[in-house]
Nanobody
């Protein structure tokens, strides 16, 4: 069972990146999926999540209108499209899977985690 997050990199303010989270050994569609991020010296925070029950996506206020989370069941992959990036978006981004999906914003509830991918927004 593995989650692999990739797609991070260095981008200028106002730019875009798309993160991918690929699963192996289990079916992502059966799980709630969350994207979290952790900046240096800060706690891990939820960015976006998608419910397993009805596919509803939720976003943190700080990224609403700029980030879009989507799921491709055929590829067993979840994406996070990030537009209008700001320096404060700089962080290591993690994807995670939660079988029950009850408390989508609580990192401790998640069963599986990807290794993280670094996003740096800087000119």
């Amino acid at each position: 069972v593995q989650l692999q997050a990739f797609g991070g990199g260095l981008v200028q303010p106002g730019g875009s990146l798309r993160l991918s989270c690929a699963a192996s050994g289990f079916t992502l569609d059966d799980y709630a999926i969350g994207w979290f991020r952790q900046a240096p010296g800060k706690e891990r925070e939820g960015v976006s999540c998608i419910s397993s029950s009805d596919g509803t996506t939720y976003y943190a206020d700080s990224v609403k209108g700029r980030f879009t989370m989507s799921r491709d069941n055929a590829k067993n992959t979840v994406y996070l499209q990030m537009n209008s990036l700001k320096p404060e978006d700089t962080a290591v981004y993690y994807c995670a899977a939660d079988l029950y999906g009850i408390r989508l914003w609580v990192p401790d509830d998640y069963d599986y985690w990807g290794q993280g991918t670094l996003v740096t927004v800087s000119s």
